[in-house]
């Protein structure tokens, strides 16, 4: 500093923490000769750095439940990737080493449209990396479960094919005579008419009377009901004895 100089400035790194400063002037024998002010420079706390932007890639629709697989690129920091859709994690946890650039993570597509990102974490749990953001959806909707129609029953099983003795009358459905779908059975001797007779007394049931040795087929029948309940049929051959 020469003879008569008014102002000095001073150039320095800072420290990570606080400092007191204050300038000394020296004479040219090193001996202090004017002190300046005291002032404290306070460290303060470094704005954390944005996180990488990282490239997502993949599928944008899918059939639900088929395996997806997204890829991830860019300068991925150590620790972890996961995968996240609607802010809930897809597939598995993706480990990432030093200098990874590239990693992939696959999971069942859902049934319902979904946003995905992907986010790196670094060995502290800390997010350092980011992905795009878009959305998978479904390329179809889910198959419906088929339907299996159910069988069209009576309130009591009609009684199966066997001999019967002349005069011997048999209930072939109970009264009110109504299916489980709610159908009324159409009843009919097929063949024999002589041998057998049906009887249909006021309360709903249906009867069948042996009147005659021989051989008599008899069938009853009620319509499907749409998808619900299949066709009702049932055959019987009686032999009068």
Do not use: E
Not at 70 to 82: D, Q, V
């Amino acid at each position: 500093m020469g003879l008569g100089t008014q102002d000095v400035s001073f150039n320095f790194h800072t420290a990570n923490s606080n400092m007191s400063l204050q300038a000394v002037n020296y004479d040219a024998d090193s001996n202090p000769v004017a002190y300046s002010n005291k002032v404290t420079l306070t460290s303060t706390t470094p704005k954390p750095a944005a996180p990488i932007v990282l490239t997502l890639t993949g599928p944008k629709s899918a059939k639900a439940g088929s395996n997806v697989t997204y890829t991830i690129k860019g300068n991925l920091s150590a620790g972890t990737l996961k995968l996240l859709g609607d802010g809930n994690q897809l597939g598995q946890t993706a480990s990432i080493g030093l200098g990874t650039t590239t990693a992939t993570v696959s999971f069942p597509a859902p049934n319902t449209a979904v946003a995905l990102q992907a986010i790196n974490y670094d060995t502290s749990g800390s997010t350092v990396g980011s992905t795009n953001t878009f959305t998978l959806s479904p390329s179809a909707p889910p198959t419906p479960a088929a339907l299996v129609p159910q069988a069209q029953t009576l309130p009591a099983a009609v009684p199966n094919s066997t001999r019967l003795n002349k005069g011997r009358t048999i209930r072939l459905q109970p009264s009110p005579g109504i299916t489980n779908a709610g159908n009324v059975v159409n009843w009919k001797v097929t063949s024999g008419k002589k041998h057998c007779k049906l009887r249909r007394p006021s309360s709903g049931a249906v009867n069948l009377k042996a009147v005659r040795k021989g051989t008599c087929k008899v069938r009853g029948t009620a319509a499907a009901v749409g998808n619900q309940y299949q066709a009702f049929k049932v055959l019987r051959t009686y032999r009068v004895r």
